[in-house]
Each structure stands twice: as structure tokens, then as C-alpha cells.
């Protein structure tokens, strides 16, 4: 952490910094030759608060008014005295970066006892002090967080210092998400101070923000930070763009007139006479923001350059603004979006809606409550302390019943666990975090999973059951069979369908479809402990030596017997019931005359029949007659397993069906479609024989044969 925080007043500003013509009040920053004197002038009379903290107690009050301050006072009296003689290599005493990340923190709203971890987060690493001292003096929590912030040594780790100490990390924070708050927090303050380090380094050290330490920020929800880093990233990534950006901000701001602040100005009279008190603010984009809407639109407009942020008391008036807002304005309904009644799955909370002008300029409108506010820019950090009773703790639900241990963090902790070796482990993680959209699907007993953008069902199975995923052999996506490969979407219902067989395992190809680290490492883990399995999808299995998948039963009759008897005025007429629907009592049926003097018998509602009405076909009346017996056609689809059709075959003569010739298809992702032809001696007995088929293990539904559509 030390090597990495160096003062840009040497070497030239790397941080993004508002021209000084813009409307926006900068959020003052600490002085650090200011504080680097007071370290240095020691602790204030006994009792008080040194000098140096004062700031920080400040911010933390304004937050916390009740908090104790007596172990922030103690833990920065350690902490100085620790670091004490260590310089950074701006030459201001390092005592300056840990109350710069302390004051990151509070200013967040952290609780007291992450400010206290937060002081003494590199004394481990770069002083005398040891983890039982931090125990003894201040408690398991901080020593906890301290410990979990703190890096593993190159001497013992080599090369894979680094990611090991972000697996140590993220272990850490799967119990107490406060770690990776601190970490966030100091690597803020070294991007800040990043100046002085060698192109090749800043390069480096930016590059990991980019690929791991942002998208944890966004997965936590501290979008306070997460921007900040964002764009101390792009200016040292990306100079060129950077300056582009910054020269169109002071473009914009040296303009005369403003078209965000005149919208927000009818805001404000429209909330004023609908009575409903709300602060209406104008939130400028920060820079990577503003560089993205102008790669996609193009030339800005002023309204381009922020948005507008609504802030109201209650839950309800959110809505309450929304209606008046698109009574009263001109909405742009492509743009709304509720992260009310949905949360996103980082806790944040907003209604986004956009208006627009009469002369095309379209503003977008965040509305929230002044909770939501604080949640959307501290994230977790605004959840307090994960420690207290949950009776204290605010309802939520889904995954925010538990804050120490979001869904995404699950599922990065499970599969880390299975990374052979910190190669694999770093390049998974970079990868698994750079995709930075979830969905969120429901479970049939109302759960939720939550999984990121462009996941399968495949992944969904993997999420939810781990390696007993292996025995998954289908889904139902939103009520309907879906294939292991779908794409799920955000709301999508899953129901994952496992097999009862303990041989059941995964197929090769699902590796195809496996999006998330968490379902490939599992797949690939078990192909490797079972090199010589056959891997291939489970095919049926014959009920006998002539009915092999994919070809009719050999010893077919060349000419079947008769069906039902069927009744047509069409005197001398052979009357053949139809294939493509296999009609049967007391089915609703048609006749239509054909070459040779045939009747062809179909159900009413079949398609062939309709295309034969409309062709001009002869309709000849129809009726059954007194026969009972019948011959149907029947379709079948399953997923593939031992015994299958042996299972099939045996219910079908429990129930007194003949079978005349049966297909099977070859499986398809374990799935298999099976054709039947039947002959059943009472067509009353057809709907017993259906629900008999369908209970068979790995059956998941059983059909009548119907024409195609066209």
C-alpha cells in the first residue's frame, strides 16, 4: 500500500479535477501538508482529540452524532506512533495516507469501528505492530478488518503475491464486506496520489483499479468511489480522451445560459404546485460518464452534460413525482426504468425517467428518496455495522438480507475455491468482473438467483446446487422446456430440472454454454477426475433389441389395423382416420373426400384439416360408431436416462396399449423425442395411459400428434 501512494505535486496532477469556471462546488479535500505538521506536533492534552483527526471526527458526527470517539482518538495515537519516522515518497509524513482513507470513509458514513480499522489498516503491514496487539487493544472486529486489508509479502509469495493477496481479500470479505470498504478507500487515495510513480507503474496500478478494485466498488454500490476511481483511471489510461473530455466541460461551462438548470427550474415549480417538498439538484456527469454519452450520440447538448436529482422524503412521493412529472412535461417513456420495486443487485434504488424540450434536448431525471440517496453513493458502507442484531438492521429482501454476503460475492467465493493456482484465479476473477450487468431470475419457491448478464440455464443450475448441478437434465424457463443452453433474461422464472439417476453427469458441450467461472471450473473439474468418461448426452435406452433410437420398430405391419370405428355419408367409402392427428372417441372430428374414393377422418381443430377446408377439399359428414377401440399416435419428449423406454413400453401395457410402431429421435442436449403408435382397446382408457406416461421418471410431458401448422 506504501509503494503506492506517492504526491502529484512533483510530477504533475493525475487526478480529474473541474475546470474552475464550473457551477459545481468541489468536495473540499484534505490538506495533506496540513496534516503531515500536525502528525508531526504529536497528540493534543490528554483526553482530547488530537488535531490531526479532527476533520475526521467532524465528518463522522455528522453521520454518527452519538458515536464514542475515545477508540478513534486511541487508534490514531498508535497509528502515528507506528508510522512515526515513515515518509512517503512525496516526503509528507505517512501517517497522512491513513487519515486520508479514514477520511474517505467517514465522509461515507462508515461506523466507527471500520474509521479505527481504517487508521491502522497498514500498521501490520509496515510497522512493529502485530495482530494480537490490535486484538488486545481494540478488538477481534478491527483486527479482523485489519488483517484482511493487509498484503501477503513478495518474499513469500513471489509473482503470486498479488492475486493471492486479493484471494486472501475477498475471502475476508465474504464474512465482513467492510474489508474490501477500506481497500476501496485506500486505493482511492493512492490513485489520488499517484504522480510521482514511473508511467510504467501508474500504468500498471491503474489497470488492476480498472479491472478489479471498479467493478467491486460497483458490485458494493459505492458509486462515490467507484466514479472517482473511474476517472483517475482514464486520465492516466486514456490522456488524450481525457483532455478531449475535460476541454468540452469547460466549453459548456463558460456557456450563458444553462438548459439543465432552466429544466430544473419547471421541476421545481411543477413539484412546487403539486405540493410536494423536494430538493431538485443538477448531478454534472463525471468525466468516463460524459465520455461515453458522446461516443454514442455524438456532438453534446447542454442537458448532456448532468443529470437532474430529484430528492423527496418518502417512498411514495418518488411516484408522486414521477406523475407529475410526466403530466406536466413532455416524457420520453423509453427512458423510464424502476430500481424501486426492482433494486438493483449493488442495493441501489431510483426511479429514472427523461423529459424532454421543445427544442429536441432531452434531460434525464433520477428520483429518489434522501435513504436511497445515501445507499446509491456509499453502498455498503452505508449499511453500518454488519455485526448488529439483524432486529436492528432495516428489512430488506433477497440478497439484501444479508449484506455481509451478496449473491455475487457467494459465487465468487465458491468458485475461487476451486482455482488451481493463482493464475487461473487472477485471470478468472478479472473476467468474471468485467461483466458488469446482472440479471436477477426467480426461483419456482419464490428465490431469486442472481447471475450476470448473458448467463444460461446452464450457469443458473451451477448457482443454485453447485456440483450437484452435474445431475441437471432440464429446464423450464418462465413455464416452458428450455434447452440447458438458454440465455435467461432479468425476471425470467427458472425451474432447473434434476435427475434422480446418482450417474448422472455433465456433458462436455455444456461447457459451450457455461458463462459464469462458478459452472466452468465445475465442469472442467469433473471432466478432469473422470478422463475416460463418455461424456456424451445420455441416450435412451431401447426397450428392445428392434426398437433402437432414431428408426421405427422392426415388424411394423405394412398395413395396420383398423381404428375406431368411424360412420361417413359417403356411402362406399373407405374411411381412413388421419396420421397427423390420430383422432379417437369422442374426439370432435371431420371428414374430407381424397383420390380413390377415401374419407379422411381428422380432428377438428387440426391444422391439415383447416388447410384442407380452405383448398376446397369435399366435406363429408362424420361420426363415430359403436367400436371402443381406437389407434393413436402419441408424442413424447424426455430427457435421456437408462431404461427409459423400457420404463415407457412397460407402463404402456399396464395400461392395455398395443404399441403398432415407435421412432425415437436421437437425443438432443439430453433431451429425447419419442413417437407411439398405439392401439387401445377402449379409447376411455386414453387419458389414464397419457397421465401414466407423463409420471415416468425423466418424462416431461406426452402429447396427442397434431399436424403441422403449414
Known amino acids: 500500500m506504501s509503494a503506492e501512494a506517492?504526491?502529484?505535486?512533483?510530477?504533475?496532477?493525475?487526478?480529474?479535477?473541474?475546470?474552475?469556471?464550473?457551477?459545481?462546488?468541489?468536495?473540499?479535500?484534505?490538506?495533506?501538508?496540513?496534516?503531515?505538521?500536525?502528525?508531526?506536533?504529536?497528540?493534543?492534552?490528554?483526553?482530547?482529540?488530537?488535531?490531526?483527526?479532527?476533520?475526521?471526527?467532524?465528518?463522522?458526527?455528522?453521520?454518527?452524532?452519538?458515536?464514542?470517539?475515545?477508540p478513534l482518538r486511541r487508534a490514531y495515537l498508535l497509528a502515528e506512533s507506528s508510522h512515526r519516522g515513515q515518509m512517503r515518497k512525496s516526503g509528507e509524513p505517512y501517517i497522512t495516507h491513513p487519515l486520508a482513507v479514514t477520511l474517505i470513509l467517514a465522509q461515507l458514513g462508515a461506523e466507527t469501528t471500520t474509521l479505527v480499522a481504517s487508521l491502522l489498516h497498514d500498521t501490520v503491514e509496515d510497522t512493529?505492530?502485530?495482530?494480537?496487539?490490535?486484538?488486545?487493544?481494540?478488538?477481534?472486529?478491527?483486527?479482523?478488518?485489519?488483517?484482511?486489508?493487509?498484503?501477503?509479502?513478495?518474499?513469500?509469495?513471489?509473482?503470486?503475491?498479488?492475486?493471492?493477496?486479493?484471494?486472501?481479500?475477498?475471502?475476508?470479505?465474504?464474512?465482513?464486506?467492510?474489508?474490501?470498504?477500506?481497500?476501496?478507500?485506500?486505493?482511492?487515495?493512492?490513485?489520488?496520489?499517484?504522480?510521482?510513480?514511473?508511467?510504467?507503474?501508474?500504468?500498471?496500478?491503474?489497470?488492476?483499479?480498472?479491472?478489479?478494485?471498479?467493478?467491486?466498488?460497483?458490485?458494493?454500490?459505492?458509486?462515490?468511489l467507484k466514479t472517482e476511481l473511474e476517472d483517475l483511471v482514464f486520465a492516466i489510461l486514456h490522456p488524450e480522451e481525457y483532455r478531449t473530455v475535460r476541454e468540452l466541460i469547460a466549453q459548456n461551462a463558460a456557456r450563458a445560459d444553462d438548459p439543465l438548470e432552466e429544466i430544473a427550474e419547471e421541476?421545481?415549480?411543477?413539484?412546487?404546485?403539486?405540493?410536494?417538498?423536494?430538493?431538485?439538484?443538477?448531478?454534472?456527469?463525471?468525466?468516463?460518464?460524459?465520455?461515453?454519452?458522446?461516443?454514442?450520440?455524438?456532438?453534446?447538448?447542454?442537458?448532456d452534460f448532468g443529470r437532474l436529482l430529484v430528492l423527496v422524503n418518502e417512498d411514495a412521493d418518488c411516484y408522486g413525482v414521477l406523475g407529475e412529472l410526466h403530466t406536466c412535461m413532455t416524457p420520453v417513456v423509453s427512458e423510464f426504468k424502476d430500481f424501486i420495486a426492482v433494486p438493483k443487485f449493488n442495493l441501489y434504488q431510483s426511479l429514472h425517467t427523461a423529459v424532454a424540450r421543445a427544442d429536441g434536448q432531452i434531460a434525464e431525471v433520477l428520483i429518489r428518496t434522501h435513504q436511497m440517496h445515501r445507499t446509491a453513493e456509499a453502498g455498503v458502507i452505508a449499511l453500518g455495522n454488519p455485526y448488529t442484531a439483524p432486529e436492528e438492521q432495516a428489512a430488506a429482501d433477497g440478497e439484501r438480507v444479508?449484506?455481509?454476503?451478496?449473491?455475487?460475492?457467494?459465487?465468487?467465493?465458491?468458485?475461487?475455491?476451486?482455482?488451481?493456482?493463482?493464475?487461473?484465479?487472477?485471470?478468472?476473477?478479472?473476467?468474471?468482473?468485467?461483466?458488469?450487468?446482472?440479471?436477477?431470475?426467480?426461483?419456482?419457491?419464490?428465490?431469486?438467483?442472481?447471475?450476470?448478464?448473458?448467463?444460461?440455464?446452464?450457469?443458473?443450475?451451477?448457482?443454485?446446487?453447485?456440483?450437484d448441478a452435474h445431475a441437471c437434465i432440464g429446464a423450464r424457463v418462465n413455464g416452458r422446456l428450455a434447452r440447458l443452453s438458454t440465455v435467461l433474461h432479468d425476471g425470467d422464472t427458472v425451474q432447473l430440472l434434476m435427475g434422480q439417476d446418482p450417474a448422472s453427469e455433465p456433458s462436455r458441450e455444456w461447457l459451450e454454454h457455461a458463462h459464469t467461472p462458478a459452472a466452468r471450473i465445475a465442469i472442467q473439474r469433473w471432466l478432469a477426475a473422470h478422463p475416460g468418461a463418455d461424456t456424451a448426452p445420455a441416450e435412451a435406452q431401447a426397450p428392445a433389441e428392434d426398437a433402437a433410437p432414431g428408426r421405427p420398430t422392426a415388424g411394423v405391419p405394412a398395413e395396420p389395423p383398423p381404428g375406431a370405428d368411424v360412420i361417413a355419408d359417403m356411402p362406399g367409402a373407405a374411411v381412413r382416420l388421419a396420421g397427423c392427428c390420430t383422432p379417437v372417441p369422442p374426439d370432435d372430428i371431420k371428414g374430407f373426400a381424397?383420390?380413390?374414393?377415401?374419407?379422411?377422418?381428422?380432428?377438428?381443430?387440426?391444422?391439415?384439416?383447416?388447410?384442407?377446408?380452405?383448398?376446397?377439399?369435399?366435406?363429408?359428414?362424420?361420426?363415430?360408431?359403436?367400436?371402443?377401440?381406437?389407434?393413436?399416435?402419441?408424442?413424447?419428449?424426455?430427457?435421456?436416462?437408462?431404461?427409459?423406454?423400457?420404463?415407457?413400453?412397460?407402463?404402456?401395457?399396464?395400461e392395455g396399449a398395443?404399441?403398432?410402431?415407435?421412432?425415437?429421435?436421437?437425443?438432443?442436449?439430453?433431451?429425447?423425442?419419442?413417437?407411439?403408435?398405439?392401439?387401445?382397446?377402449?379409447?376411455?382408457?386414453?387419458?389414464?395411459?397419457?397421465?401414466?406416461?407423463?409420471?415416468v421418471p425423466g418424462v416431461y410431458d406426452v402429447n396427442r400428434a397434431q399436424g403441422p401448422a403449414s
Open 402 to 467: 444479508d449484506p455481509t454476503r451478496p449473491g455475487w460475492l457467494s459465487r465468487l467465493l465458491d468458485w475461487q475455491r476451486a482455482a488451481p493456482d493463482p493464475d487461473t484465479f487472477w485471470s478468472t476473477l478479472r473476467e468474471d468482473l468485467a461483466q458488469d450487468r446482472e440479471i436477477t431470475v426467480v426461483r419456482p419457491d419464490g428465490g431469486t438467483l442472481g447471475l450476470p448478464e448473458g448467463a444460461t440455464c446452464v450457469d443458473a443450475a451451477y448457482a443454485q446446487y453447485g456440483d
Open 128 to 224: 512493529e505492530v502485530t495482530l494480537d496487539q490490535v486484538r488486545e487493544q481494540f478488538g477481534e472486529e478491527v483486527r479482523y478488518l485489519v488483517d484482511g486489508v493487509t498484503k501477503l509479502e513478495k518474499v513469500d509469495y513471489g509473482a503470486a503475491a498479488e492475486p493471492e493477496t486479493f484471494r486472501k481479500m475477498l475471502v475476508a470479505t465474504g464474512n465482513d464486506v467492510r474489508v474490501m470498504s477500506i481497500k476501496l478507500a485506500d486505493r482511492l487515495h493512492n490513485m489520488r496520489t499517484l504522480g510521482v510513480m514511473r508511467p510504467e507503474k501508474q500504468a500498471r496500478i491503474a489497470k488492476v483499479t480498472r479491472d478489479v478494485l471498479i467493478p467491486l466498488a460497483e458490485r458494493l454500490g459505492v458509486q462515490a
Open 658 to 695: 398395443e404399441i403398432i410402431s415407435a421412432t425415437v429421435a436421437p437425443p438432443t442436449e439430453q433431451r429425447v423425442h419419442h413417437s407411439y403408435t398405439l392401439q387401445l382397446p377402449d379409447a376411455a382408457r386414453l387419458p389414464a395411459l397419457m397421465r401414466a406416461m407423463r409420471d
Open 594 to 654: 381424397v383420390r380413390g374414393g377415401v374419407v379422411t377422418v381428422h380432428r377438428a381443430e387440426c391444422a391439415v384439416a383447416e388447410r384442407m377446408r380452405e383448398r376446397g377439399r369435399t366435406e363429408v359428414g362424420v361420426r363415430w360408431g359403436d367400436s371402443a377401440g381406437c389407434r393413436v399416435t402419441l408424442v413424447a419428449e424426455s430427457f435421456g436416462r437408462p431404461h427409459l423406454l423400457a420404463d415407457l413400453t412397460e407402463v404402456m401395457a399396464l
Open 267 to 303: 421541476v421545481r415549480a411543477v413539484l412546487r404546485e403539486a405540493d410536494i417538498p423536494a430538493e431538485v439538484l443538477i448531478r454534472p456527469r463525471h468525466f468516463v460518464s460524459l465520455h461515453r454519452v458522446s461516443r454514442k450520440r455524438g456532438e453534446l447538448r447542454g442537458t
Open 6 to 70: 506517492t504526491n502529484p505535486a512533483t510530477a504533475g496532477p493525475v487526478a480529474p479535477t473541474a475546470p474552475t469556471v464550473a457551477r459545481r462546488k468541489s468536495r473540499p479535500r484534505i490538506d495533506l501538508r496540513r496534516l503531515g505538521r500536525a502528525a508531526l506536533l504529536g497528540p493534543a492534552t490528554r483526553g482530547k482529540l488530537p488535531a490531526a483527526i479532527g476533520h475526521v471526527a467532524e465528518a463522522h458526527r455528522a453521520h454518527h452524532p452519538d458515536a464514542d470517539l475515545g
